[in-house]
T-cell receptor
Framework: DAGVIQSPRHEVTEMGQEVTLRCKPI?????LFWYRQTMMRGLELLIY????????DSGMPEDRFSAKMPNASFSTLKIQPSEPRDSAVYFC??????????????FGPGTRLTVL | AQKITQTQPGMFVQEKEAVTLDCTYD???????LFWYKQPSSGEMIFLIY??????QNATEGRYSLNFQKARKSANLVISASQLGDSAMYFC??????????????FGSGTRLQVQP
């Protein structure tokens, strides 16, 4: 089975430009997570979806960030306008609800975003 | 307050020796889960091991084991017989409210492990 797929793997853009990050979760997984990793703040949750519905977006930094999940196999994270402080690695992860307590999250390879 | 604390920014270990990576957590929720992830230099996040708050026994997965001390709120990762390929960043993470269905993970700041030949 293919793992979580993210594109692009690297993105370099200029301040003020719109950036769209894409994620395809593992087939059959009904939870999708967006995390951001920076040296200063570490790994932090931005938003997560269950069955395509946003459940918790409290980690989304500000209105410049938006995330959508139009169907079970695709999600986007958009930054408009981008700023240099948005430079980070953005991870998408997915997990499957199943009997028992734990559901490990499977991470994609990440998108390294650089905003100049 | 930090929910997940990893006090060791960096650790060194000799190949074939065991190493313990520390993790303490803070939660008032009786139902929670603790995870360890490995992040090699290539950047991907690899799930290693899980411990549930209600689990009676410490979790083990191959060379990885979790020293879970609930009263002390610690969940230390033990790697036995270290290998050069174990050199990576290691993150401890917690999921609170497993009874309520909350799914997001809170991560610690990580420990960089370097295995020396």
């Amino acid at each position: 089975d293919a793992g979580v797929i993210q594109s692009p793997r690297h993105e370099v853009t200029e301040m003020g430009q719109e950036v769209t990050l894409r994620c395809k979760p593992i087939s059959g997984h009904d939870y999708l997570f967006w995390y951001r990793q920076t040296m200063m703040r570490g790994l932090e949750l931005l938003i997560y979806f269950n069955n395509n519905v946003p459940i918790d977006d409290s980690g989304m930094p500000e209105d410049r960030f938006s995330a959508k999940m139009p169907n079970a196999s695709f999600s986007t994270l958009k930054i408009q306008p981008s700023e240099p402080r948005d430079s980070a690695v953005y991870f998408c992860a997915s997990s499957r609800r199943r009997a028992g307590i734990y559901n490990e999250q499977f991470f994609g390879p990440g998108t390294r975003l650089t905003v100049l | 307050a930090q929910k997940i604390t990893q006090t060791q920014p960096g650790m060194f270990v000799q190949e074939k020796e065991a190493v313990t990576l520390d993790c303490t957590y803070d939660t008032s929720d009786p139902s929670y889960g603790l995870f360890w992830y490995k992040q090699p230099s290539s950047g991907e996040m690899i799930f290693l091991i899980y411990q549930g708050s209600y689990d009676q026994q410490n979790a083990t997965e191959g060379r990885y084991s979790l020293n879970f001390q609930k009263a002390r709120k610690s969940a230390n990762l033990v790697i036995s017989a270290s290998q050069l390929g174990d050199s990576a960043m290691y993150f401890c993470a917690m999921r609170e409210g497993t009874d309520t269905g909350r799914r997001a993970l809170t991560f610690g700041s990580g420990t960089r492990l370097q295995v020396q030949p």
